[in-house]
């Protein structure tokens, strides 16, 4: 199960002065109408908005935000780039303001854009360096570099500046957990779930740091939390894998049996309940799973093809 950080957005629109108006004439009126388009799901009216107080060319901070707004927008709409023009002009019109480098920062780290979105996270920081989201997202971006002990870093630096940061706990925990420093990374993911009780992925991650240190019964019973929350295939797979590890094979077997339940097409699930079934004496079972699992990835057939031959199994080519 692939373990994964949490990224945080803020996308802020701005707006400054509140003036209703049903024929908006001043750059202001274009904002707020622009900002209940948004609200309201209408992006094209928003933006269509937004650059009418663009073109009208007020100063500073109107100007920067009306750039904000219409990148917030074109993110809702996919458009990346575009965003990515926008929050670049409102930093040119306005660069002490942290969010559009942070913001802009996002949307690079998403792109794979490691290094710029560094740049810009470490810009952010410097103009507010309590700026705690900034420095979890650098972490996100040196972790996606492979640069594991700049991630801790940034992490531990954004839990300085908001200890209730779950999120910086969890991604910490991740990192700490890659560099196989499981209990380290337990103690991460309980204090993220000690803010956070429903958080999911922090049970998963956590089940799966004790099945690394074999305490299989404290995986268990981290899984059985997470599947509480949220069903989810791949919880149920790891669950299967740790009461395999007990030697729980009718728990194991009725997991990977839901895990196929979720995603018919998990070549797997079907392989690993084929070896359980003919550990259990159930041939036909057995040789009818390996077969969907073959069909499914032909790859599986070289790993099992020892187990097939001393069980004597019958699988057609």
Request: aromatic share 10%.
């Amino acid at each position: 199960m692939k373990v994964s950080y949490l990224t945080m957005f803020i996308f802020v629109s701005l707006s400054l002065i509140y003036v209703p108006a049903q024929n908006p004439r001043t750059p202001e009126n274009f904002m707020d109408r622009g900002i209940e388009r948004q609200t309201k799901g209408d992006l094209d009216g928003a933006i269509d908005d937004f650059t009418k107080v663009i073109s009208m060319k007020p100063q500073g901070l109107v100007l920067a935000a009306a750039y904000n707004n219409r990148a917030n927008a074109r993110i809702s709409k996919n458009d990346v780039a575009g965003a990515i023009a926008d929050y670049t002009s409102a930093i040119e019109v306005l660069p002490t303001d942290p969010e559009n480098y942070y913001n802009r920062g996002v949307i690079l780290l998403g792109k794979g854009d490691y290094d710029r979105a560094i740049a810009d996270f470490s810009k952010a920081i410097e103009i507010a360096p309590q700026l705690s989201l900034a420095y979890n997202e650098r972490g996100n971006a040196r972790k996606a570099k492979n640069d594991i002990e700049g991630a801790i870093s940034d992490y531990s630096k954004a839990l300085e500046q908001n200890p209730k940061y779950f999120e910086a706990f969890y991604n910490r925990g991740v990192a700490l957990q890659q560099k196989q420093e499981f209990d380290k990374a337990i103690k991460d993911y309980t204090s993220a779930l000690e803010i956070a009780p429903k958080f999911t992925d922090a049970y998963v991650n956590r089940g799966q740091a004790k099945q690394s240190k074999q305490d299989f019964d404290g995986a268990i019973a981290d899984y059985d939390a997470a599947l509480e929350l949220k069903p989810d295939e791949g919880t149920y797979f790891a669950r299967a894998s740790a009461r395999e590890s007990k030697k729980d094979l009718v728990g194991a077997l009725a997991d990977y049996s839901k895990v196929l339940e979720l995603n018919p097409n998990s070549a797997q699930s079907y392989a690993n309940r084929a070896a359980i079934e003919a550990a259990q004496g159930r041939i036909q079972e057995a040789e009818r799973d390996f077969e969907r699992a073959f069909d499914l990835d032909s790859g599986l057939r070289a790993q099992y093809r020892e187990f097939i031959e001393k069980r004597h199994l019958k699988i057609r080519p």
